[in-house]
DNA sequence: ACAAAAGTGTTTCGGCTACACCCATGC
DNA sequence: GCATGGGTGTAGCCGAAACACTTTTGT
């Protein structure tokens, strides 16, 4: 390796992984047990390198894709963490990223493989080093996110319900919504399409099931009513 | 060096300050003259090296107290930036702040030293690399930050006018605000507190001068009211 | 019949916006 | 007197919150 230009000290640099998923009115949160020392066998978030030809982004795909077999997911960082002593293994600088996975569609044997475990999240075990604050800020970073965009493509079924979507924020945000504020205010975002098809398993009298449209859908509805 | 549990490659990781200023009714930017290859002597951020021993954030705060003298200077992590090619020395893994620093305290001496100039925001020249990117990365985050709390703490001077405040808004969000709402609104966050002094440079009536209340004394009144 | 969720409608309240308006004073 | 910013008041609008009410259907 070299670098002509500068002459200075190196870091190790590695990207954590907060990784959200939903599933039965509860948010869950993917831990695993470390597989090397330091604190081998003790809960942690999903971690791994930065290669030097890869952006930290890039790093914190490859660690989503080894442990759900998924790609494009939701990614976004959260925040770096680089108290020299957090980590007694040695000097390493991190950078957290929070992810939303469809829990429906990921490798659970993947998951399995790397002696992973979903966690409600207000049952998640204690975490090595600072990951527990990490995650705390990427549950922050979450409700910001949720409380202005509507969230849910990333962690519901292609199909759901109103209710599931608001059972999604309830879990999200640790409170209850008015049912029908809750169902207008969703309504008037533009971003759901009703579909011809009923959930009966949930009530009695049947909900409708609602998609999210993409972003290029929405936005040709908005020119109709524009013109 | 030694790092006997993890084996991998290391990374040059540096920070990259977005300092912000006010005066004159002008947001500005504070950028130098690059001192070394490669891109030398072109205008970039003030940056330097995360070393082995401090935080990120202790590494900005040592660019900051470099180039203006002062410390305590408020600051926020902005984003990482990881393109491989990003910096044309070598891989260089930055990690961006912004602050805010109070233009009439700082050493002036000290940034002509660095060959440092303040713009007007709008009138910047090209940065080098990714630097125009940081900066408007920077300038978003700055700009939710006052939206959702009244900023100019670490901006304007001790004391300052309502027309001050809003002034530094206006150059804030590039554009106008109600006086008389604006004035309604700040008031009411119940931050402000009213000196008995007037400014009589600035309008033929005069205006009050206001100073931003410390946390604690803000919590204080809280409590008061609530009992 | 009743429980339980679906879905709609209504009322109230608070905050934001757009103003109008008086005040004080330097020119 | 008039222009300028200081400062206050008010009417209208909109969205959030609280909640009533009707619908549908499985049990």
């Known amino acids: 390796m070299s670098h002509p230009q500068y002459k200075h000290q190196h870091q190790y640099l590695a990207v954590d992984c907060v990784i959200f998923g939903y599933e039965n009115g509860q948010l869950k949160l993917l831990s695993a047990k470390r597989k090397f020392e330091p604190a081998m066998d003790q809960w942690s978030l999903m971690g791994g390198w930065v290669r030097m030809d890869e952006t930290v982004e890039q790093a914190a795909i490859r660690v989503l894709f080894q442990i759900t077999g998924l790609r494009d997911i939701y990614l976004e960082q959260v925040q770096v963490f680089s108290q020299p002593q957090r980590d007694p293994g040695g000097r390493v600088v991190s950078i957290v990223f929070y992810a939303m996975i469809p829990t429906d569609q990921h490798d659970k044997s993947l998951v399995h493989e790397h002696e992973a475990v979903w966690f409600n999240l207000p049952d998640k075990p204690k975490l090595i080093f600072d990951h527990d604050q990490m995650v705390e800020f990427a549950h922050e970073k979450l409700k910001q996110k949720a409380s202005y965009e509507l969230i849910g493509a990333d962690l ?72």
Chains 1, 2 share one sequence.
Not at 165 to 176: C, I, M, N, P
Not at 180 to 207: H, I, P, Q, Y
């Open 156 to 227: 519901l079924p292609e199909k759901f319900t109103i209710l599931q979507l608001r059972l999604l924020y309830e879990a999200v945000f640790q409170r209850e919504f008015d049912p029908g504020n809750f169902r207008k205010k969703v309504l008037s975002l533009k971003v759901l399409e009703r579909l011809n098809d009923k959930n009966t398993n949930e009530s009695k009298k049947g909900a409708y099931y609602f998609r999210f449209i993409t972003k290029t859908e929405a936005l040709i509805k908005e020119r109709i009513v524009k013109i």
